[in-house]
C-alpha cells in the first residue's frame, strides 16, 4: 500500500477484503461521522438536517444559494467557464451549498471557495493537462479495469487539489457552509454522500489524501478509470468498498434525498435559491453514427448523459416546485460541436470553457425549468417512497 493509506490507489486488486453486509454500517478509521447514505438519514430527518449543520442564521436571506454541478466529462469545461464568466460579470453568488458529480466534484471544491480561485479552475480545464494524462498514449496495459490508468486521474487531481485548498475549505466549513461529493458505492448499488468540509476540518496529510481519492472515485467514470477501494472497518472487522463515478447513480445532487423529503425543508430555505449546472447539451440531436466501435461507444454515452440528465433535472424542478423554492439551471448551447463529451482536446475545452465564459457574461444564462407530468413510474415511486 501506497503512502495514501486512505484508499488503495493502484486501481481494481485482484483480491479484496469483503464489502460490509447489509446493515454493517463501516466507518473508514479516523474519518467517522463524514459520509452518509442517500437513502437513509441517520436516525431520521431532523438528524440528517443536524449533520449538516444548515445556517440557521441564513433562514429567510435572499442570499441563501444552493448550486448543483452535475458531470459531463470534458463538458465540465463549461460549468469552470460560467463560474469564472460570472465572477467577470460581478454577478457570482456565494453558495452556501455546493454539491458535485463527476467532473462537477472535481471544479466543486474551487466552486465553493469563491473568485480567488478562478485562475486555478481556469488552469484545470483549459492548461492541456487533461489532454496530456488522457491520451491514447497513457492507456492502461492491457485495459485493466480501465482503459486509462488509475495514475492518470491521480495526477490530474493532485496537481490542482492541495493542502492550501484543503485548509481553505476547512475555514469556508466552519462558517456553516457546505461541500459535498457523490460517489457511487458498488458494492452496495448505492449512492453516497461525503462531507468534503468535515473531511478538511480534520487536517493532516490524511485528510488531503482522502479529500484527493473521493475527488478521484467521484470522477471514476467506469470502463475509462478503474474503482477505487476504501478499507472501512466495522466493529474491529475490515472490509473494503469499492466505489465508482457518483454519475452512476446520481447524475446530480441538490442535496442527500433524505432531506429532500423533510416537510420543514421548503420552509428552512424560504428566500433562498436552488443553482444547478448541467455540464452537457440536453437536447436530442439527430444524426447518423458511424458503424465502428469508438463512434457507437461515444454516441451512447452522450446519449446517456442527455437523458439522465434531463430526467434529473425534472425530477429537482418538480421537487423544487413542491416546496416552493425556485430553481434555475443552465447546459451546454445545442450545437454540432458540442456533442463530444469524452473529446478531452484542449483546442475542445477550450472552446466550452469560453462558451460558458460567454455565456455567463450575456442574458438569458439561467433557464427555470418546467416540472414534466408525472409518469406511471413517478406515480409508483410516490406512493411506494416511505412517507416523513
Known sequence: MSDRHITKRSGLFRTRLPAPAAGVRAMLPGFEGVRFSVEQAEDSLNAAADRLSLPRSAVGRKDFNILAISGGAAGGAFGA?????????????EFAIVTGVST????????????SWDARLTDAYTGGHAADLLSLRRLAPAFGAGIFQAANLEGLVDSFIDAA????????????RRLLVATTNLDSQQTVIWDMGEIAA????????LFRDILVASASLPGLFPPRSFPCEA???AYEEMHVDGGVSAPLFIMPEAMLRWKQLGRRLKGGRIYV????????????TSPNLAAILVRSFDTMLRFSYRNALSNAATFCAGV????????IPDAAENGNMLSFDTANMKRIFDEGVAA????GLWVTPTPEPPTLGRLIESLTRPKV
Request: aromatic letters at 4%; zero cysteines; glycine letters at 14%.
Open 104 to 115: 462537477g466534484a472535481l471544479m466543486a471544491p474551487f466552486a465553493f471557495l469563491g473568485p
Open 81 to 93: 467557464g460560467v463560474l469564472v464568466g460570472m465572477t467577470l460579470a460581478g454577478k457570482r453568488p
Open 360 to 363: 455567463a457574461q450575456g442574458p
Open 202 to 209: 480534520r487536517g493532516g496529510e490524511t485528510a488531503l489524501a
Open 235 to 237: 466493529e474491529g472487522v
Open 324 to 331: 416552493d423554492l425556485p430553481l434555475s439551471f443552465t447546459s
Open 277 to 288: 449546472m448541467v455540464n452537457t447539451v440536453l437536447e436530442q440531436a439527430p444524426r447518423t
Open 165 to 176: 485548498v484543503v485548509e481553505a475549505v476547512a475555514v469556508e466549513h466552519a462558517k456553516g
